[in-house]
């Protein structure tokens, strides 16, 4: 799967409709602190069906809504648009949130279930909570981490989390 183009309208910073082309290839994007760079790869991951308001640093889901600013009223809702291509056909996800409404997903203009775009993201082996998408502090609570910590960290990377439980659980009988 390719992601070729993000486009957000009342997402965090993004009061404004935005539009980024994702070319083939190593994107990188800079800016100063604050600019929003860490927003466009949570408006990725939440389109996706990112379901936790504490990894989009909020304390609810509604906090993804442009929140206004001294001269800019408040957003009553946000919209991001992702197009990708699999398989060399294009598909449109769109995941919206509205104040009090909660969130509606789209494939290709159609109202699908969240369950709908996991699954078409899963089938391409990607998503929300792919590897690939590490967010801003997590190398170094890595680096940090207690040893023991560090380790549990590792273990649920190779997937062998829980032969420990079983072991346990074993060795208790
Ligand atoms: P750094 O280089 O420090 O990591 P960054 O480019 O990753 O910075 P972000 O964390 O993406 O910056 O953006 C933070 C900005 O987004 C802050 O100015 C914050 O006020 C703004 N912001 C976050 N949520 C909202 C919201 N709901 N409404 C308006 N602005 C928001
Ligand atoms: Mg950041």
Redesign the pocket.
Known sequence: MQIKRLRLSGF??F?DPADLRIEPGLTGVV??????????L?ALRWTMGENSAKSM??AGME???????ATRP?RDFAEVSLLAEVNGEETEVVRRIERGAGSAYRIDGKDVRAKDVSLLFADAATGAHSPALVS?GRISAVIAAKPADRRAMLEEAAGIAGLHVRRRDAEQK
Request: charged fraction near 20%.
């Open positions: 965090k910073s009061v800016g100063p602190n604050g600019c929003g760079k860490s927003n466009l949570e640093r909020g906090d993804v809504i442009f929140a206004g600013t408040p801003q």
